[in-house]
Protein backbone atom coordinates (compact mmCIF):
# COMPACT_ATOMS: atom_id res chain seq x y z
CA UNK A 1 0.00 0.00 0.00
CA UNK A 2 2.11 3.17 -1.32
CA UNK A 3 1.88 6.64 0.62
CA UNK A 4 0.44 8.93 -1.98
CA UNK A 5 -0.45 11.92 0.15
CA UNK A 6 -0.81 12.96 3.98
CA UNK A 7 -2.98 15.84 5.40
CA UNK A 8 -2.84 16.87 9.61
CA UNK A 9 -4.80 19.44 11.15
CA UNK A 10 -5.08 19.79 14.68
CA UNK A 11 -8.51 21.55 15.57
CA UNK A 12 -10.06 22.92 18.61
CA UNK A 13 -13.06 21.33 20.24
CA UNK A 14 -15.17 24.14 18.57
CA UNK A 15 -19.00 23.29 17.64
CA UNK A 16 -17.55 25.13 13.99
CA UNK A 17 -15.04 23.04 13.98
CA UNK A 18 -16.97 20.38 12.35
CA UNK A 19 -17.88 21.99 9.25
CA UNK A 20 -14.41 22.92 8.81
CA UNK A 21 -12.92 18.93 8.83
CA UNK A 22 -15.55 18.03 6.53
CA UNK A 23 -14.52 20.56 4.04
CA UNK A 24 -10.82 19.91 4.57
CA UNK A 25 -11.17 16.71 3.73
CA UNK A 26 -13.18 16.55 1.03
CA UNK A 27 -10.79 18.79 -0.61
CA UNK A 28 -8.37 16.88 0.54
CA UNK A 29 -10.11 13.61 -1.13
CA UNK A 30 -10.86 15.55 -4.31
CA UNK A 31 -8.06 14.15 -6.06
CA UNK A 32 -9.31 11.27 -5.94
CA UNK A 33 -12.38 10.67 -8.10
CA UNK A 34 -14.84 9.64 -5.69
CA UNK A 35 -19.07 9.42 -6.80
CA UNK A 36 -20.76 12.30 -5.02
CA UNK A 37 -22.62 9.26 -2.81
CA UNK A 38 -18.95 8.11 -2.11
CA UNK A 39 -17.82 11.90 -1.29
CA UNK A 40 -21.03 12.58 0.84
CA UNK A 41 -20.65 9.56 3.18
CA UNK A 42 -17.18 10.29 4.00
CA UNK A 43 -18.29 13.63 4.72
CA UNK A 44 -20.98 12.63 7.26
CA UNK A 45 -18.20 10.18 8.86
CA UNK A 46 -15.71 12.68 9.01
CA UNK A 47 -18.58 15.04 11.12
CA UNK A 48 -19.77 12.00 13.28
CA UNK A 49 -15.97 11.72 14.31
CA UNK A 50 -15.27 15.49 14.84
CA UNK A 51 -18.86 16.02 16.42
CA UNK A 52 -18.29 13.26 18.95
CA UNK A 53 -14.68 14.63 20.04
CA UNK A 54 -16.25 17.93 20.61
CA UNK A 55 -19.67 16.80 22.37
CA UNK A 56 -18.88 13.68 24.06
CA UNK A 57 -15.12 13.92 24.29
CA UNK A 58 -14.46 17.33 25.51
CA UNK A 59 -18.15 17.69 26.80
CA UNK A 60 -18.41 21.19 24.61
CA UNK A 61 -15.16 22.47 26.99
CA UNK A 62 -13.61 25.10 23.88
CA UNK A 63 -9.83 24.22 24.39
CA UNK A 64 -9.55 20.27 23.58
CA UNK A 65 -7.41 19.45 20.93
CA UNK A 66 -8.84 17.37 18.30
CA UNK A 67 -6.00 15.97 15.48
CA UNK A 68 -7.41 14.82 12.29
CA UNK A 69 -5.18 13.10 9.78
CA UNK A 70 -6.34 12.01 6.48
CA UNK A 71 -3.99 9.66 4.62
CA UNK A 72 -4.37 8.75 0.79
CA UNK A 73 -3.19 5.59 -0.09
CA UNK A 74 -3.04 3.55 -3.63
CA UNK A 75 -6.01 1.31 -2.51
CA UNK A 76 -7.95 3.88 0.09
CA UNK A 77 -8.52 6.98 1.94
CA UNK A 78 -7.81 6.81 5.90
CA UNK A 79 -8.81 9.28 8.17
CA UNK A 80 -7.83 9.31 11.75
CA UNK A 81 -9.29 12.06 14.33
CA UNK A 82 -7.92 11.83 17.93
CA UNK A 83 -9.01 13.56 21.02
CA UNK A 84 -7.85 13.24 24.66
CA UNK A 85 -10.96 14.00 26.35
CA UNK A 86 -13.56 11.36 28.38
CA UNK A 87 -13.22 8.43 26.32
CA UNK A 88 -15.19 5.42 26.09
CA UNK A 89 -16.28 3.33 28.80
CA UNK A 90 -18.19 0.41 26.95
CA UNK A 91 -17.27 0.43 23.09
CA UNK A 92 -19.81 -2.44 22.46
CA UNK A 93 -22.55 -0.68 23.54
CA UNK A 94 -21.49 3.39 22.32
CA UNK A 95 -21.76 0.55 19.06
CA UNK A 96 -25.33 0.21 19.17
CA UNK A 97 -27.89 2.87 18.11
CA UNK A 98 -29.93 4.02 20.41
CA UNK A 99 -27.95 3.73 22.75
CA UNK A 100 -26.19 7.44 23.72
CA UNK A 101 -24.82 8.60 26.87
CA UNK A 102 -27.42 11.54 26.06
CA UNK A 103 -30.99 11.12 26.23
CA UNK A 104 -31.97 13.95 23.50
CA UNK A 105 -29.42 12.14 21.01
CA UNK A 106 -30.51 9.13 18.59
CA UNK A 107 -26.70 7.54 19.07
CA UNK A 108 -26.62 7.17 15.49
CA UNK A 109 -23.09 8.21 14.64
CA UNK A 110 -21.26 5.16 14.86
CA UNK A 111 -23.97 3.53 12.93
CA UNK A 112 -23.65 5.88 10.00
CA UNK A 113 -19.65 5.46 10.15
CA UNK A 114 -19.61 1.60 10.22
CA UNK A 115 -22.51 1.84 7.19
CA UNK A 116 -20.99 4.06 5.37
CA UNK A 117 -16.73 3.63 5.00
CA UNK A 118 -15.58 0.14 4.95
CA UNK A 119 -13.48 -0.18 7.79
CA UNK A 120 -14.16 1.53 11.56
CA UNK A 121 -11.45 0.75 14.21
CA UNK A 122 -12.25 2.88 17.64
CA UNK A 123 -9.47 2.75 20.03
CA UNK A 124 -10.51 4.29 23.69
CA UNK A 125 -9.55 4.71 27.02
CA UNK A 126 -11.53 6.15 30.12
CA UNK A 127 -9.36 9.44 30.75
CA UNK A 128 -7.54 9.19 27.78
CA UNK A 129 -9.26 10.05 24.91
CA UNK A 130 -10.33 8.08 21.75
CA UNK A 131 -8.80 7.26 18.06
CA UNK A 132 -11.69 6.58 15.59
CA UNK A 133 -9.86 5.51 12.33
CA UNK A 134 -12.16 5.63 9.37
CA UNK A 135 -10.87 3.91 6.22
CA UNK A 136 -12.89 3.46 2.80
CA UNK A 137 -11.72 2.27 -0.38
CA UNK A 138 -10.71 4.10 -3.70
CA UNK A 139 -12.76 3.74 -6.79
CA UNK A 140 -11.73 0.97 -8.70
CA UNK A 141 -10.57 3.10 -11.69
CA UNK A 142 -8.18 5.14 -9.50
CA UNK A 143 -6.53 1.81 -7.92
CA UNK A 144 -5.65 0.55 -11.51
CA UNK A 145 -4.34 3.77 -12.79
CA UNK A 146 -1.73 3.77 -9.61
N1 LIG B 1 -14.93 10.81 21.14
C1 LIG B 1 -15.71 10.32 22.10
N2 LIG B 1 -15.40 10.51 23.41
C2 LIG B 1 -16.18 10.02 24.40
N3 LIG B 1 -17.32 9.33 24.20
C3 LIG B 1 -17.69 9.10 22.92
C4 LIG B 1 -16.92 9.59 21.82
N4 LIG B 1 -17.53 9.19 20.68
C5 LIG B 1 -18.62 8.52 21.06
N5 LIG B 1 -18.74 8.45 22.41
C6 LIG B 1 -19.78 7.73 23.19
O1 LIG B 1 -20.40 6.79 22.32
C7 LIG B 1 -21.80 7.03 22.25
C8 LIG B 1 -22.32 6.71 20.86
O2 LIG B 1 -21.83 7.64 19.89
P1 LIG B 1 -22.70 7.93 18.59
O3 LIG B 1 -22.03 8.97 17.78
O4 LIG B 1 -23.02 6.63 17.95
O5 LIG B 1 -24.06 8.50 19.18
P2 LIG B 1 -24.35 9.95 19.81
O6 LIG B 1 -23.20 10.87 19.56
O7 LIG B 1 -24.73 9.75 21.24
O8 LIG B 1 -25.62 10.43 19.01
P3 LIG B 1 -25.61 11.10 17.55
O9 LIG B 1 -24.25 10.85 16.94
O10 LIG B 1 -26.70 10.39 16.82
O11 LIG B 1 -25.88 12.54 17.82
C9 LIG B 1 -22.00 8.48 22.67
O12 LIG B 1 -23.28 8.70 23.23
C10 LIG B 1 -20.88 8.67 23.69
O13 LIG B 1 -21.28 8.19 24.96
MG1 LIG C 1 -22.39 11.13 17.70
New binding site residues.
Partial sequence: MRLRNRMKLELLSLPGNVRLARIAVAAFASEVDYNVSDLEEIKVAVS??V???I???YQQKKDGVISLTATLFTDALEIVVQ?H????DDLEQ??E?N????PE???????FMRSFMDKVDVV?EPGQ??T?KLRKKLPDKVQAET
Fill in positions: EASNATHGDGKGIAFPSSSDRMGLGFVSGTV
